[in-house]
């Protein structure tokens, strides 16, 4: 059946939008069409989504959703509904925070077995390369494998506190670069430098600092900006589409533009707290607010958000990685607090708030950033990332002058804390759709209705 979404609005460039039609028939968009242009075609069926405004599904990089093996973190039903309350349709689970790795196609294929009758939304996999991996010859084999089975990207690690994925020196990082550039998949890497942040560490903790301004003193701007040149220098010599994770500094976002402007194939992302919050915030918040990176100042925040704007920045993600709540963020020591946040469903509603609205970034730019520009860099925008004849139906209607106040508790991932609370932000997800069907709704008395789980599909890289 062809289904006809009448009395909208889509983005028209900068901050316009045109009312329009779209037409939808075997998941994907048949037309888009200006306003008006209904026939009496039959068997059609017609959804009036009363002047709402409709984007573009996101598609979130970089989610830790835990499953299998940390499932009482995240497991991959209550992170895709969360990602589907959120208007995200497509997320792109990390490799590193499942049980095994995925690292060798059994780990991929086990993976795939556990999660793939739980998802709401549609999902990519990140493959990984892991210290541990490279301890024996067949690492290039298995990244070879994992390639071929269509993993979105490969990711790595610079400094690791996990024992089952441990960080690369910069030539071991120099080498997957080399084999992932062959098989052409990029590399994403966490960038904190491992000496730096070592000994700045030790020093620490040896006189007994046990605060949160103490964890952010052992990851300062300097570690992450002595990672980002070394690999600059791993890209300039590889030639690899190489990528930065979760950036989080003025002064590495300067390091990478330059060697864009050079004219080597780096990018980077950033994530919503990154955006919001400062050292001052994660003094107040505690453990609450604990990542890695950490949240830097006043000018880095601002920093990221000109980058944003001036397309220095590749695209949007949230690193979502929720704590089991509150006991991991109440362990008695910032040191052994879990780090990370919750954020996959607050992702579209705070960047239309906070940055189309303030007038931060035009609602083109937040296309881009969350849909256009990631579908791009997992190699699926043949069928991703735009509101186009032939792609999926994937998009996501918007009640953007609606106001409404974050609480954890109304949240949909596992454990329901985050630090938004409290905040009011204009904008939130009346629906979302994935390849036209609805997986969830919000209704104007406040019921949500969620399709039902497995009706995500796995997306492969470089499979149609």
């Known amino acids: 059946m062809r289904t006809r979404f009448v009395n909208l609005r889509i983005p028209a460039g900068g901050n316009e939008v045109q009312r329009a039609e779209i037409v939808v028939s075997d ?15 039959g068997g059609e069926q017609w959804i009036n989504l009363r002047d709402a405004l409709v984007l573009p599904g996101v598609i979130d990089g970089h989610v830790h959703f835990d499953d299998p093996g940390f499932t009482h973190r995240e497991d991959f039903a ?4 969360a990602a589907a309350a959120g208007g995200v349709t497509c997320v792109v689970d990390m490799p590193c925070t499942s049980l095994p790795p995925i690292t060798e196609p059994e780990a991929l294929a086990n993976k795939v077995r556990a999660i793939q009758t739980k998802a709401y939304v549609d999902f990519m996999l990140w493959g990984g390369v892991s210290g541990n991996d490279m301890a024996h010859d067949d690492w290039r084999d298995n990244l070879e494998e994992l390639a071929g089975a269509g993993v979105a990207a490969v990711k790595v690690y610079c400094l690791s506190g996990m024992e089952s994925f441990k960080a690369l020196g910069y030539d071991q990082i120099r080498e997957v670069m080399e084999t992932a550039g062959e098989l052409g998949v990029p590399v994403g890497i966490h960038a904190e430098d491992p000496v730096v942040v070592r000994e700045l560490t030790k020093e620490i903790r040896d006189r007994g600092a046990d605060e949160p301004a103490d964890y952010a003193s052992s ?5 992450e900006v002595a990672a980002v ?6 890209c300039r010599e590889t030639g690899a589409r190489s990528h930065i994770v979760h950036l989080s500094s003025g002064a590495a976002l300067d390091l990478i533009t330059a060697a864009r402007r050079e004219g080597l194939p780096i990018t980077a ?20 607010l604990k990542t890695a990176p950490v949240v830097k100042s006043i000018e880095d925040r601002e920093r990221l958000w000109r980058g944003l704007a001036e397309r220095e920045i590749e695209f949007i993600t949230t690193d979502h990685a929720p704590a089991q709540w509150p006991e991991e963020k109440n362990t008695g ?4 607090d879990y780090g990370g946040v919750p954020g996959v469903e607050t992702l579209l509603p705070y960047l239309y708030s906070e940055g189309v609205s303030a007038g931060r970034i035009t609602l083109e730019q937040l296309v881009k950033l969350t849909a256009t520009h990631p579908a791009r860099f997992f190699g699926v925008d043949d069928r991703k990332g735009a509101l186009r004849e032939g792609h999926d139906a994937d998009f996501v209607v918007l009640d953007e002058d609606v106001r409404w106040t974050v609480q954890g508790t109304e949240l949909h991932n596992l454990n329901r804390y985050t630090p938004l609370e409290g ?6 997800v009346r629906a979302t759709y994935v390849r036209g069907q609805t997986v969830f709704e919000r209704k104007p008395d406040g019921r949500e209705l969620f399709a039902p789980a497995g009706c995500g599909k796995w997306i492969q890289r470089g499979h149609s």
């Open 269 to 288: 992302e950033t994530c919503p707290h990154f955006l919001q919050f400062t050292l001052d915030d994660l003094l107040r918040q505690g453990s609450l």
């Open 78 to 81: 209550s992170g895709t509904a």
């Open 229 to 234: 040149r070394e690999l600059i220098e791993c």
């Open 27 to 41: 998941g994907r968009f048949d037309e888009i069409l200006p306003a008006g242009s209904e026939t009496a075609a």
């Open 423 to 428: 905040y009011e932000l204009t904008g939130r």
């Open 333 to 336: 020591s910032i040191w052994t």
């Open 219 to 223: 990851r300062p701007t300097l570690a």
